[in-house]
């Protein structure tokens, strides 16, 4: 069993739900979050905004699935990035579930 932590900008959303259906992640989790990020280290150049923390209207995923669709969905993330135009990425974290408690018997 393994954790699925996925984030990606709010106009991702269809992209990303899309995805979990197409690889049979048919029970999840997501929450809008705000993202931050710290710019003081871009070069002034870079930094169109001018400001020193930049918001993002952002996603969080989260979702228990088996191995084999952990391996399926970060693959078709991996994808997804390669293939868009995306001045953001989609990112996704997996880990390993030690203990879960189940409603099945």
């Known amino acids: 069993m393994k954790l699925l932590i996925i984030t990606s900008v709010k106009t991702f959303?269809?992209?990303v739900k899309k995805l979990l259906a197409d690889n049979y992640v048919l029970t999840y989790s997501y929450?809008?979050?705000t993202g931050y990020r710290d710019s003081t280290q871009d070069a002034v150049?870079?930094?169109w905004f001018?400001?020193?923390m930049n918001k993002t209207e952002s996603l969080?995923?989260?979702a228990f699935v088996s191995?084999?669709?952990s391996e399926k969905v970060f693959e078709s993330i991996e994808e997804l990035n390669?293939?868009?135009d995306l001045h953001s990425r989609v990112h996704i974290a997996v880990t390993p579930i030690?203990?879960?408690n189940s409603l099945k018997n």
């Open 13 to 15: 959303e269809e992209k």
């Open 31 to 33: 929450n809008s979050v």
């Open 45 to 47: 150049g870079t930094n």
């Open 50 to 52: 001018a400001t020193e």
């Open 60 to 62: 969080l995923f989260f």
């Open 67 to 69: 191995d084999e669709i």
């Open 82 to 84: 390669k293939n868009c």
């Open 98 to 100: 030690e203990k879960i």
